[in-house]
């Protein structure tokens, strides 16, 4: 069985889900767009993930800004508002009677090309969306047993050639670093930066802990996660260290405890990097209390 950060409960309602394209809704074995779409031909697109509690989309304004931003940076042009993707997103889950326990991934490319190319101009459509929901309740089991990391030879790149922090369809080096890991016999990679310390993993973010104190990069290489923002956030608030700094391997051989965060587990234990035991026990004290922290973070957004 695939052990991760994103195992899900099984959930039979998904095999008929509605899925949004362009604002039409369709049966999920129906739901098809053009092999001439940029996002399939080049990776040229940006996406976000969230998740809906109790009818309540979880700081999905964190994650409506970051996509806007992203789109923005490869010079898509939104032809419509934040309020208006929203308005389609809650169209989609009334459709499907969601409230609780839902992921919701939005997907947007520049469009339709007139012919396999990477040239922009040959974009003859509007961007197109996509906005796929789907019954997930996060595995308890992960949660209880932590994941294991294998670090990648696959190193997360430099600002100048391709931002880390851009959220965009192309993900294959992150695919390439898995793949390192999984044959390594771990779950998921942790990936360092062009410098040698530590960034993040191949779809969280890497957080260890130091005595009492938290560590995290810089952010400057990795994909700054909204659920790694509000972990900050949290230790900032409650008077928890919290270090945005570079490290390297050495240091977190030596961790007390390690966790990744990410939209769909929130904070996952760490359990052996490359082999080494991280830690003591699942979760370790301030991984545990720093997760409970944030639950009831997303408790307060439907309250």
């Known amino acids: 069985m695939i052990h991760g950060t994103h195992n899900a409960v099984q959930d039979e309602r998904n095999n008929n889900v509605l899925i949004s394209i362009n604002g039409e809704l369709f049966h999920r074995n129906d739901a098809k767009i053009s092999v001439f779409d940029s996002g399939y031909l080049v990776g040229d697109g940006v996406w976000e993930a969230f998740r809906v509690h109790h ?26 508002s934040k309020e208006e993707l929203m308005a389609q997103i809650q169209q989609t889950l009334d459709a499907n009677q969601m409230k609780d326990y839902i992921h919701v991934r939005v997907m947007l490319t520049r469009g339709i090309k007139k012919t396999p190319s990477q040239d922009p101009r040959l974009t ?53 670093a898995l793949i390192q ?94 082999g080494k035991p991280i830690g003591t026990k699942t979760p370790g004290d301030i991984t545990a209390e720093l997760s409970n922290l944030y639950a009831q973070l997303v408790s307060q957004q439907f309250n």
């Open 55 to 80: 009818g309540k989309m979880i700081f999905v304004d964190d994650h409506l800004s970051r996509l806007w931003q992203s789109a923005k940076v490869i010079g898509i042009h939104i032809p419509f």
């Open 124 to 176: 003859i459509s509007g961007p197109n969306v996509v906005i796929i929901a789907e019954h997930k309740q996060a595995s308890t089991e992960t949660k209880n047993k932590g994941v294991t990391l294998f670090t990648s030879t696959y190193r997360r790149g430099s600002p100048d050639y391709l931002d880390p922090r851009l959220n965009c369809h192309s993900k294959l080096h992150e695919v390439q």
């Open 181 to 274: 890991a999984i044959e390594a016999g771990a779950d998921e990679a942790l990936m360092l930066d062009i410098h040698g310390f530590v960034s993040t993993c191949n779809a969280t973010n890497f957080f260890m802990v130091k005595g009492d104190e938290v560590w995290t990069s810089t952010g400057a290489y990795c994909m700054n996660g909204i659920t790694r923002g509000k972990v900050i956030e949290l230790c900032e608030r409650k008077g928890i260290v919290c270090h945005q700094k570079n490290f390297s391997l050495f240091d977190v051989y030596g961790a007390d405890e390690a966790f990744v965060t990410g939209t769909f587990g929130g904070l996952t234990p760490v359990t052996k990097i490359d």
